[in-house]
């Protein structure tokens, strides 16, 4: 059974986003960071010109995000 490409990658990440989800209700302290959705769907043109690869001012904001949700700085 081959799959178109697009129809493939969706059902993918759904089913690894169905596997995290059950990962983190069954684990205290282990949290998703939706980067592949703000990819997909927040980020306004996040890709290079080949549309493979994310382009770096993306990386940095969605790296920034991170850091603000999950790093704490030591005093």
Known sequence: DEKHVVVANAHSKAVLRVVAD???????NVHYFPSYEMVMHCLENPWEADQRHIRRNA???????????????SA
């Open 59 to 73: 990386v940095n904001r969605i790296m920034s995000l991170f850091e603000q949700m999950f790093v704490i700085e």
């Open 22 to 28: 059950e990962f983190i209700a069954a684990n205290e």
